[in-house]
């Protein structure tokens, strides 16, 4: 018989984690499972500054420190892109690319994903010009031209970020004026090797060799290293369009103890819609949602 989990966590950013803690320390059998590394949207964080207990962390390192405390408990973890979620009596099958896992209880903390330009080429150029994170692919663009799209605090952060490593850095705002908090457009505007392009945006990617070149805007062309695409989040969802679970505008919808509208299905942290998207709720998020777990067990044992 195939080994029955008491709860299959999808996503191991900081909700996910969290979680997995408090179920393990309630001594039930959890695995986690996660396409990508762990932490989620904080790994490509320059600079955490609002979570208690640290002044300044390298949202790499918090998230780290968060997986290392999850690993000591021996919380099971696997890699796998999540493809659908079954429904077979009291038992959910989760199926992954790479293998199944039945369990009595689901939680979905697959947070947001950064949304695409959904241009032609634009897959296939990801890690070949095109990235979603500064932090983690900044150091290959050194000393060279890249373009950051978009004009709220994360792109004016990746682009303060970029300014000490890149040559030139051009910001590409596709209206006129920035949507980022003052202090970051001050700093921004203060840099001398940042250009900002207003009322612009990319039309086209044009490629050599399988790597980007260089980009179309309305109005002109540039010759770039590489694009930087920062221009907002959407929840991660689409896994679930099997499955008869309430959405609103693709995000999760879940009561007070996280609970969805299917039976031993639970959601949190950013792939919930709620008011607030930081850290600290994410992971208390994941803490109610390992206590209502832990009582729908008890409940069905």
């Known amino acids: 018989m195939n080994k029955i989990y008491d709860c299959v966590i999808i996503g191991a950013g900081i909700s996910g984690m969290t979680a997995s803690i408090y179920l393990k320390r309630y001594n039930l059998n959890v695995l986690v499972l996660e396409n990508n590394v762990p932490g989620g949207q904080i790994v490509s964080a320059p600079l955490v500054e609002n979570y208690p207990g640290y002044k300044q962390i390298e949202g790499y390192n918090l998230a780290n420190n ?5 690993k000591s408990l021996n919380v099971e973890y696997k890699y796998g892109t999540v493809t659908n979620i079954k429904l077979e009596d009291n038992i959910k099958i989760v199926q992954t690319d790479k293998e199944e896992y039945s369990t009595k209880t689901v939680l979905i903390a697959t947070g947001r994903v950064y949304r695409k330009l959904n241009l032609p080429d634009e897959q296939a150029l990801i890690g ?3 990235s979603y994170c500064a932090t983690c692919d900044g150091m290959f663009f050194k000393d060279k031209v890249v373009a ?13 970020y970029l300014a000490e490593l890149a040559k030139k850095i051009y910001i590409i705002n596709r209206s006129n004026e920035l949507k980022g908090d003052n202090y970051l457009q001050t700093q921004v505007k203060e840099k001398d090797n940042i ?10 990617l044009n490629k050599k060799d399988n790597f980007l070149e260089s980009i179309d805007l309305k109005n002109k062309n540039i010759i770039v290293d590489g694009i930087f695409i920062y221009i907002g989040l959407e929840p991660n969802t689409k896994f679930l369009n099997e499955l008869p679970i309430e959405l609103e505008n693709n995000f999760i919808i879940v009561d007070k103890d996280m609970k969805t509208s299917i039976n031993g299905i639970y959601a949190s942290g950013d792939v919930i819609k709620k008011e607030l998207y930081q850290l600290i709720t994410s992971a208390s998020e994941g803490a109610i949602a390992a206590s209502s777990i832990k009582k729908f067990i008890e409940k069905s044992n």
């Open 66 to 70: 968060i997986y290392e405390q999850m």
């Open 128 to 130: 070949k010009g095109i």
């Open 195 to 204: 250009e900002i392009l207003y009322n612009e945006e990319i039309t086209k």
């Open 148 to 160: 950051v799209v978009g004009g709220g605090n994360s792109a004016l952060e990746e682009g303060l």
